[in-house]
């Protein structure tokens, strides 16, 4: 009521109408269908890649990330590396290993994953 005075004496053109009165909906609830997909899956198929992840493109994308992390490791194994610090070596050694340890949890949490 202050809003509608206030505005009143600022010179604004108020004008009042009849209010409705909304009707109050009664609780609804239901019990939902036991063929319901788990939520946690409906969000993965709504909001993110779940269709290409869990699709045979998928399986070979991330068949393919994982083998060519290794293929990396395996050709710093192999090479000549006199002509590089110690210190570069160790902190790359440690870079390749950490990447193949975060492939291999993802590929846990997507088989383990709704």
């Not at 202050?2 to 409705?20: F, P, R």
């Not at 068949?63 to 194994?77: G, I, R």
Request: aromatic share 10%; net charge negative.
């Amino acid at each position: 009521m202050e809003e509608y005075l206030s505005k009143k004496e600022e010179g604004i053109k108020v004008q009042s109408c009849a209010t409705i009165e909304a009707s109050v909906v009664a609780d609804v609830s239901f019990v939902a269908p036991k063929n319901v997909m788990i939520p946690g899956f409906m969000y993965d198929v709504l909001y993110t890649k779940a269709f290409k992840v869990y699709s045979n493109k998928g399986s070979i994308l991330c068949l393919l990330s994982f083998s060519s992390t290794m293929s990396v490791l395996l050709a710093f194994l192999i090479i000549d590396k006199d002509d590089y610090p110690r210190e570069d070596i160790i902190i790359t050694y440690i870079l390749r290993v950490r990447a193949i340890v975060l492939e291999i949890y993802a590929v846990l949490v997507l088989v383990t994953s709704d």
